[in-house]
């Protein structure tokens, strides 16, 4: 196979996109599981795309899958992780301008992003943001964080504690000063 992919990675063109994405590399857990991702899909990661510049394409499709060894690269979140970007691969790059940047934040998740993180395993759920941080998936990272934000929205801190399982270390004198320090976030206006 020629290293045709490597001349044109640059180029936005929706059908060499495509046709990237029907190369297939691999990618292996901090578990040692091996998994397949097209490459369009997989150079979402920055991670993985800065390898695959350095290393060049042809290299990997035909050797050893790409080792993402951070803790956080579970089975479980790699195969999250594929499945968020095998969906997402064809989507339009963010726009960095700053005026868009407020409502980017403020915008609601989609209906599958919604359905896709809303998993009712919390570790598992932190584990897919961590690695996704990791491997530098900003649109997965933002996605967590959403989600994070809305479940906890509106609720009292020993609500949140109790939602994240955060055992609470201060003493009740602790906790007395940072409210007094902090008397404007608990006034109603």
Known sequence: MADNADHIDGDDNEDVRAQQNLIKIKLKSSEGGIYECGLTAAKMSD???NMVESLGTDAVVTTEPIILGNEAVTDAALKKIIEWVEFHWDDPPVDHDF???KDRR???L???DKQFIDVDDQ???FDVIAAANYMDIK???EVGAKH???KIRGKSCQEVREMLK???DFTAEEEDAIHKENAWIYAKD
């Open 47 to 49: 991670l993985v795309k």
């Open 99 to 101: 005026e868009d940047e």
């Open 106 to 108: 403020n915008e609601e």
């Open 110 to 112: 989609s209906h599958w």
């Open 123 to 125: 570790a598992l759920l």
């Open 139 to 141: 649109g997965l990272v």
């Open 148 to 150: 994070i934000c809305s």
């Open 166 to 168: 955060i055992t609470n």
